[in-house]
């Protein structure tokens, strides 16, 4: 199957800071998604991003799909931002394939 | 909010017996898949349903099944449960057997 590694594996921010999450990814893929999984487990689709550039307010993701690599963009890092991040690319159309994620904390 | 409901919130167990999780897509998705994620890790792909057939399936044993209904909501079971089947189950809600794309709040099956 299609293998995902995220890095770093934790990362600890003072509010207001800036971060860069790294998502490489094994085979060539057609999509790709980052979601954020808050503190009670539910996991909120955050990009749909098969290439280019995306952002959403102070997120944003850049897909490189010939280099198999995606980064997530957090800038002005505020505490609701704490939890986990998960890339995850479809492995035979239909299943999603996660990485281990990035465990973000944001300290006040 | 994505519209993906799940039922019950928390579920406790003893080894060996049977579990039934149900989850509800969202308006509209026709496409329903299950992932198991232990404390910890990713989550991992179980199964997929896509208009009442499964149509997929990831590398985990028979005891677990489902279904899906006329209305696209699914039900996961799993029998004889193990100690190793303590995790908090997701189903994701999608349209056309596509993957899926928008999760549910999770079930959070304990095993003792």
């Known amino acids: 199957g299609i293998q995902v590694e995220q890095s770093p594996p934790d990362l600890i921010l003072q509010e207001g800071a800036n971060s860069t999450l790294r998502c490489n990814f094994s085979d060539s893929v057609n999509n790709l998604q980052w979601f954020h999984q808050n503190p009670w487990g539910q996991l909120i689709n955050l990009f749909y991003?098969?290439?280019g550039t995306k952002q959403n307010g102070r997120l944003s993701a850049t897909t490189v799909a010939t280099e198999r690599y995606s980064l997530l963009y957090i800038s002005s890092s505020q505490t609701t931002d704490s939890g986990v991040y998960f890339c995850?690319?479809?492995?035979?159309?239909?299943?999603?394939?996660f990485g281990a994620g990035t465990t973000v904390t944001v300290r006040a | 909010e994505t519209g993906v409901t799940q039922s019950p919130t928390h579920l406790i167990k003893t080894r060996g017996q049977q579990v039934t999780l149900r989850c509800s897509s969202q308006s509209g998705h026709n496409t329903v898949s299950w992932y198991q994620q232990a404390l910890g890790q990713g989550p991992q792909f179980i199964f997929q349903?896509?208009?009442?057939?499964?149509?997929g399936r990831g590398n985990f044993p028979p005891r677990f099944s489902g279904l899906q209904f006329p209305n696209y909501s699914s039900e996961l079971n799993v029998n004889a449960l193990e100690l190793d089947d303590s995790a908090l189950y997701l189903c994701a809600s999608s349209s056309g057997g596509l993957p899926g794309r928008y999760f549910g709040p999770g079930t959070r099956l304990t095993v003792l």
């Open positions: 991003i098969p290439s």
């Open positions: 349903y896509y208009r009442e057939e499964e149509n």
């Open positions: 995850a690319v479809p492995f035979n159309d239909y299943k999603l394939s």
